[in-house]
């Protein structure tokens, strides 16, 4: 079961909305009161238009009597609209589409929110930094390396698809794969502190919106950070930003995967950390910064190839 970002999640409420009628001036003096950069034209309760910051000033530019000029005079429309339900991805097709920064969300052809590219940046980043994971991309050499984990399990699985004596470069990706066990659950709940019930409490989780006990997402998560550890030399958490899409069943396998998107400079690198769900399908979205620095001189790398 998929719990995908959608547009109500992040579109920013209330709607400042003014009529038709009302003035660029009218409009200015909202503007600094509310803080805002645009507002929804609404005529007969229905969203007609939308006038922003940009569309008030190339007004000013043109007349001489903004205190004169309607606002149906200076909007955009017809309106570029969404609706509350609506997959986020879908929405920033729409806008891409459409050529605009910001969508009206509407619900029964009445304005109840605003979703702008702002509003996405402040909630998943990722989403302006990635291209779609290609899960199904063409053979690539694929090799397993140990040289900073400490001690590996049989039901654990990591595989890289380059390793290079030069070092890490962009494309350079790596997976690692385990196992959620019941043990993995309750160890995770002591260590952090986090014993909610909806993970460790059959009864409880089965009267949630969920219907059974599922994985915590920071459990989950942490399969990035395996991932991580497993490419050549140090590596070392800058930043992370995470969307969780999906939750993960107790004893399901999962795989965090790694690839490299961009070299900063000073051994600082852009990554892609996305985690995938035993049916492939992504429950964990995220981007990484990371510093990699040269191993100690008592490490060794093994590399063996995978047929």
Known sequence: MSYPIRVADVMSTPVITAAPTETVADAAETFLEEDINSVVIVADDEAVGIATGTDLVRALEREESPRETPLEEVMSAPVAATEPAAELEDALERMHDRGVARLVVVRDDRPVGLVSTDDVIRYAPQVFHRGTLATDAGPTPRYRARETAEYEHADWTCE????????????????????????????????????????????????????????????????????????????????????????????????????????????????????????????????????????????????????
């Open 160 to 307: 890289c698809s380059t390793v290079s004596p030069e070092g890490l470069s962009v494309g350079d990706r790596v997976e690692f794969s385990k196992p959620i066990s019941e043990a993995d659950v309750r160890s995770f709940a002591t260590a952090s502190g986090d014993t909610n019930r909806l993970h460790l409490d059959e009864r409880y989780a089965g009267e949630t919106r969920f219907g059974r006990r599922i994985a915590h997402g920071t459990l989950v998560s942490g399969l990035i950070s395996a991932a991580l550890a497993r490419l050549p030399g140090v590596t070392i958490y800058v930043s992370q930003d995470l969307a969780f899409l999906a939750p993960v069943d107790l004893g399901e396998r999962v795989t965090a995967v790694c690839e490299i998107v961009g070299e900063i400079g000073d051994r600082k690198f852009e990554l892609t950390t996305d985690v995938l769900g035993a049916d492939g399908e992504r429950v964990i979205e995220g981007e990484a910064t990371v510093l990699v620095d040269d191993p100690p001189e008592a490490a060794t790398l093994e590399i063996e190839a995978i047929a």
